[in-house]
């Protein structure tokens, strides 16, 4: 009886791991099947030989990267490229539940690639972020930037394997060349008003146009040149013909008096002449 119970015992518990580990390696190409638009990941995993490792962990979160965000790192090198992926897994349990009730705060994430004893520098860990309600994904090598960000949840089997999607791949220092998100698109330009709203829009007033062509159109003072004009010849006031006439009364009296003296002489002259004879 007890040799039956340790026979059940024992094929119940080989069942139970080898269901859990064909779950997960099973999964991992199901769930990509259902998602064309992750079809590129999943053709990665086979490529690398990933799915073989990944099917040993009965706990793993794999971070996957749509067929657009990915193309970045798809021409790299078969050994930058399984490191690259190694990094995107994670040996721990996350779902879309576990992210939104974590705390704002930072943590590191143990991957793949950290069990291969190549890691260096954090370069095998990666960093977890919540910010104002939003999870960011970096490498976990000091300094390096927060360049995926957690965009939605794809497939979970709770506590077994979670699979999510982030905006671009993460490239950690040492495994390749890093890439960096693209910048953000510029502002759209300001809608124009409509034709009604320019019509109702009042006109500036007096004190607007007065300050206006104060302020944007500089005064200039013309600088003229006054042509020099003959002036007319001062019309004689009276004052000046009194002058006048009493300069010409007095030229006259003088003139008078000088005859007269000339006549005097002239007759004392002529009385002489008679006298002698």
């Known amino acids: ?24 390696a099973d999964n991992i190409t199901q769930a990509f099947e259902k998602y064309s638009n992750f079809s590129t990941m999943n053709d990665l995993l086979i490529k690398t030989k990933l799915n073989i ?3 040993k962990y009965l706990t793993i979160t794999l971070l996957a990267v749509s ?24 040996l721990d349990y996350y779902d879309e539940m576990k992210f939104n009730g974590m705390k704002e705060k930072s943590i590191m994430l143990t991957t793949l690639y950290q069990t291969t004893g190549l890691g260096e520098e954090m370069n095998g860990f990666l960093n977890c972020t919540k910010s104002k309600g939003r999870v960011y994904f970096g490498s976990g090598v000091k300094g390096s930037p927060l360049v995926a960000e957690y965009v939605k949840a794809l497939y979970h089997n709770p506590y077994n394997m979670s699979i999510v999607q982030i905006s671009m791949p993460i490239v950690a220092p040492g495994l390749s060349l890093a890439i960096f998100p693209p910048p953000p698109p510029p502002a759209p330009p300001a809608p124009a008003p409509s034709p009604m709203n320019a019509a109702k829009a009042p006109g500036p007033g007096p004190a607007d146009e007065d300050n206006a062509s104060d302020t944007d159109v500089p005064k200039h003072t013309p600088t003229t040149e006054t042509a020099e004009v003959d002036s007319p010849a001062p019309t004689p006031s009276a004052d000046n013909e009194k ?29 002489g002449s008679f006298a002698g004879l």
Do not use: Q, W
């Open 243 to 271: 002058v006048e006439a009493a300069d010409k009364a007095g030229t006259s009296s003088s003139a008078c008096k000088a005859s007269l003296r000339f006549d005097v002489v002239l007759l004392l002259l002529l009385f």
């Open 1 to 24: 009886m007890d040799l039956n119970a340790s026979l059940c015992l024992f094929s119940l518990t080989f069942l139970l791991v080898f269901f859990s580990t064909a779950i997960t």
């Open 53 to 55: 490792p990944i099917s």
């Open 67 to 90: 067929n657009e965000a990915i193309t970045p790192i798809i021409n790299r090198s078969d050994v930058e490229l399984k490191n690259i992926l190694m990094n995107h897994v994670i």
